[in-house]
T-cell receptor, first 113, second 116 residues
Framework: GDSVTQMEGPVTLSEEAFLTINCTYTATGYPSLFWYVQYPGEGLQLLLK?????DKGSNKGFEATYRKETTSFHLEKGSVQVSDSAVYFCALSDPGGSYIPTFGRGTSLIVHP | GAGVSQSPSNKVTEKGKDVELRCDPI?????LYWYRQSLGQGLEFLIYFQGNSAPDKSGLPSDRFSAERTGGSVSTLTIQRTQQEDSAVYLCASSLGQGRINYGYTFGSGTRLTVV
């Protein structure tokens, strides 16, 4: 079945540091890939997405590239801010399998001033 | 509506009582999903609706949990005889449904359920 594996957190960084949160997936078809962000006390918000191989999703300084050869969708940001502190979820939706989206367990990011 | 609306935002209930959680999806979104998020855990899938039917109920943790959707819109998740382990944030999401997966999913802010 489909699965998403994220690096375990928490990830703790100083402000302006470079961020990478790893995400790899297993899917039967050609999935669409997503990153969601959950700020404290709130629901999940779509951060970015990519629908086919080599697509790059980007939003708010965050980027992720759909790498079919490595089945990965790593999230990166060049310079994090305190306000980026949140939980980040990698997810996929696979038309070759179930239409129910599969989420990773989430990675907590803590950014210190 | 403009977003997915969930109510109540917080619910404290006594062990053994029944609770109802409501989700009002974005107008026109035919697919609706319920998830559970326990403290420090990821998202646990509960149930999926396409229109008013639930093709996948595999995630419901026990027969104390049930859900319905009427008019292809509002959904209610009911937990009977609540237990302390039911304490969690219950999230609802909606999407344009099968064939439209590339649009992603819109989540509500969740209902925080505390069973005391």
């Amino acid at each position: 079945g489909d699965s998403v594996t994220q690096m375990e957190g928490p990830v703790t960084l100083s402000e302006e540091a470079f961020l990478t949160i790893n995400c790899t997936y297993t899917a039967t078809g050609y999935p669409s890939l997503f990153w969601y962000v959950q700020y404290p006390g709130e629901g999940l918000q779509l951060l970015l997405k990519a629908t086919k191989a080599d697509d790059k999703g980007s939003n708010k300084g965050f980027e992720a590239t759909y790498r079919k050869e490595t089945t990965s969708f790593h999230l990166e940001k060049g310079s994090v801010q305190v306000s980026d502190s949140a939980v980040y979820f990698c997810a996929l939706s696979d038309p070759g399998g179930s239409y129910i989206p599969t989420f990773g367990r989430g990675t907590s990011l803590i950014v210190h001033p | 509506g403009a977003g997915v609306s969930q109510s109540p935002s917080n619910k404290v209930t006594e062990k053994g009582k029944d609770v109802e959680l409501r989700c009002d999806p974005i107008s026109g979104h035919t697919a609706l999903y319920w998830y559970r998020q326990s403290l420090g855990q990821g998202l646990e899938f509960l149930i999926y609706f396409q229109g008013n039917s639930a093709p996948d109920k595999s995630g419901l943790p026990s027969d104390r949990f049930s859900a319905e959707r009427t008019g292809g819109s509002v959904s209610t998740l009911t937990i009977q005889r609540t237990q302390q382990e039911d304490s969690a944030v219950y999230l609802c999401a909606s999407s344009l449904g099968q064939g439209r997966i590339n649009y992603g999913y819109t989540f509500g802010s969740g209902t925080r359920l505390t069973v005391v």
